[in-house]
């Protein structure tokens, strides 16, 4: 089952969304707090089953509504897509993919996994991971 893994780093927490062969398909900005990263979380899934593509590597793209998702070209020459949500922010984001049908794969997989992944705390200092059920709706 595909899990989104939240990470606790030096600066707030962030989350990973990662699909059942261990890949992570798509990361979230760093956020202040737990529950904000919780809220992000929530808003993937809300966003990401409908949210139109827009094509910004090639010219002319059909310039689609938010929330969506925006495949486009990195520095390194790569497609990559991001997720915005209906405030246009940026919810998740890809790593590089060489070909542009990878990405779209990446794409769908966010799509069909994000809405029953399960959502799990990095390791703690125990060496035990925590699955937080309760997070999967956050009061926020």
């Known amino acids: 089952m595909s899990k989104f893994l939240v990470k606790q780093t030096k ?13 992570i ?15 992000g979380i929530k808003s993937v899934q809300n966003n990401a089953p409908d949210a139109p593509v ?16 925006e495949v486009y070209f990195d520095e390194a020459g790569e497609y ?17 993919y060489k070909a542009k049908s990878s990405c779209v794969k990446g794409i769908e997989s966010v799509r069909v996994n994000a809405d029953e992944a399960d959502i799990v705390e990095e390791k703690n200092t125990s060496g035990t991971a925590s699955v937080a059920p309760d ?3 956050p009061e926020c």
């Open 11 to 23: 600066d707030g927490f962030l989350f990973d969304l990662v699909a059942n062969n261990g890949q």
């Open 25 to 39: 398909i798509a990361s979230s900005q760093v956020y202040t707090t737990k529950a904000a990263c919780l809220k």
């Open 54 to 69: 827009e094509d910004q590597s090639v010219k002319n793209a059909k310039v689609e509504e938010f929330p969506k998702f």
């Open 80 to 96: 990559r897509f991001r997720l915005r949500a209906g405030n246009r922010e940026v919810i998740a984001d890809s790593r590089g």
């Open 135 to 137: 997070y999967s709706k």
